[in-house]
């Protein structure tokens, strides 16, 4: 059955949006949190076949001992900071305890009440230009779970599915959980700052080299929690956690719908539910989960097989030195640099290519260039398969598209030809060129026959011209196109036009 839904704008003149963000960002070391197993959110193994990147710590087999990945702790430290956390002098980890088939141990080792980073800020912009600060509880290190495969089902999820395969591989890979403190005052503007939150998280994530930050591959992950109060009530309300957004789009929708499905619950009469909600980017809905565990349910307690984590101070300098520029003034300066109005640089920074776009100018392209075939076909085509367009080609290779349109080599169709060609993998724009014959011709002597045939088609368009409709010569040049496949020089092929008329 599906939920009732109060109008967006009657919603919030009801009710005040209380939001609280958890991000997991997986770590792309080499090796996992505890063991020395290959890491699946490492480029290099990403693409191994189930359970193959296991160790007999990853199972939970009697015996195995975690060890701590010094480069995960590193990178932890490093988000802390640039979350703009203190570092904690001291931190332990905990065994968190719940039973699910792709948990092994039957518990998972995070960080409870000593987290490595707490007390932080990070700032967010919205697309009016807007900058808003959004508290940071803490940044704590844990491992991740298994993945459960659901075979038979309609929808991919449990509900329906005839069996369920369990693949170990994720089980172990280090994550940072960053943690908001409640957020209050958002107003209409809620579906916004969680987007823009995410995005920014996996702007400093990426600008820190520490995650691929790949949402659709799971490597960064959004919990929206929001609960709703009355206009003018200091009582926040129960809370709903819609697990596992993956991607900036959700993040948005999802706050959106749960706004209006607890809105509609609340007039009625009704009560919310403390719960998990489940997202379903297929018909923009949530749904019911389990029941919310709060902290005493998981049992913690402290990990008795290793020692607290005592980074020393000069460590933690040193890495504060490294820190890249923060994700609002390094946007703010590229706009600047590549001469773009506020809209342009929003649809590069909503369709997440900023780095995409700097890469692509960095390899030979104009900003204006980059951001036209980034934001236009490779968006277009990105949508039609459900993908990033920083996924189809390179930044190299859509450098190397428009040189070959500056150049004269390519029209803007025969350029969309050439992509769609090295989007299928027949190698770079150059290769594609070749293989499919796509050069625009620009022989004066193939030309000149195709005007002449055309004319010949057409013999009233040379008296139009001479009588002063110019324009005319549009038809000509329309039929010399089409005649050649698109791969005239139109411009050319208007001189000699002009050129036959004047004669």
Avoid at 75 to 103: H, Q, T, V
Avoid at 106 to 124: C, L, T
Avoid at 309 to 329: F, G, N, S
Wanted: charged residues 25%; negative net charge; hydrophobic residues 40%.
């Amino acid at each position: 059955m599906k939920d009732k839904l109060m109008d967006f704008d009657k919603a919030l003149e009801l009710f005040d949006p209380v939001l609280g963000f958890e991000v997991h960002v997986e770590l792309n070391t080499r090796t996992k949190m505890f063991s020395a197993s290959p890491n699946p959110a490492n480029p290099e193994f990403e693409d191994a076949a189930p359970n193959t990147l296991i160790t007999p710590l990853d199972l939970g087999l009697p015996g195995s001992m975690p060890v701590p990945n010094r480069a995960a702790v590193r990178s932890a430290i490093s988000l802390g900071l640039a979350l703009g956390c203190e570092i904690a002098e001291s931190s332990r980890f905990a065994r968190k305890n719940y039973y699910y088939p792709d948990l092994p141990k039957n518990y998972q080792i995070s960080q409870f009440d000593e987290p490595i980073a707490f007390d932080g800020s990070v700032q967010i912009e919205l697309s009016d230009g807007r900058l808003i600060d959004i508290p940071i509880e803490r940044a704590h290190i844990e491992e991740d779970a298994g993945k459960l495969t659901h075979v038979g089902g309609s929808t991919g999820r449990i509900q329906g599915a005839e069996y369920s395969m369990v693949d170990y591989n994720r089980a172990g890979v280090p994550l940072v959980e960053i943690v908001t403190r409640t957020i209050v005052g958002a107003g209409v503007d809620a579906p916004e700052y969680a987007k823009a939150y995410v995005a920014t998280i996996r702007d400093i994530v990426r600008g820190l080299g520490i995650s691929e930050a790949k949402m659709e591959r799971g490597n960064l992950r959004c919990d929206a929690n929001i609960s709703l109060m009355p206009k003018g009530s200091t009582t926040f309300g129960t809370r709903t956690e819609t697990k596992n957004v993956n991607s900036l789009r959700s993040a948005e929708r999802a706050i959106r719908y749960e706004i209006q499905r607890q809105a509609q619950i609340l007039a009625d009469g009704g009560t919310i539910k403390q719960e998990t909600r489940h997202w379903h980017e297929d018909t923009g809905r949530t749904s019911a989960g389990r029941p919310k565990s709060d902290a005493d349910d998981y049992r913690y307690f402290p990990e008795p097989d290793m020692l607290p984590l005592t980074p020393a101070r000069e460590l933690v300098e040193e890495l504060r030195a490294q820190l890249p520029e923060q994700p609002v003034a390094r946007r703010r300066r590229l706009k600047e640099e590549w001469g773009f109005t506020d809209l342009e640089f929003q649809d590069i920074a909503n369709g997440g290519l900023v780095d995409t776009v700097e890469q692509t100018i960095a390899a030979g392209a104009t900003p204006a260039s980059a951001r036209k075939w980034w934001t236009g076909e490779l968006s277009r085509v990105a949508n039609e398969r459900g993908v990033d367009a920083s996924t189809l080609v390179s930044a190299e290779h859509v450098a190397e598209l428009t040189k070959l349109i500056d150049e004269g080599t390519l029209n803007d169709r025969l350029a969309r030809e050439a992509l769609a060609g090295v989007i299928e993998g027949e190698g770079s724009p150059s290769e594609v060129v070749d293989k499919r014959e796509l050069a625009v011709v620009s022989d004066d002597g193939a030309l000149i026959a195709a005007v002449d045939e055309a004319l010949a088609a057409q013999p009233d368009v040379l008296q139009k011209i001479r009588d002063g409709k110019v324009q005319a010569a549009g038809a000509v040049i329309g039929a010399v196109m089409k005649a050649m496949r698109g791969q005239a020089d139109a411009g050319r092929v208007r001189e000699i036009v002009l050129a036959r008329a004047s004669n």
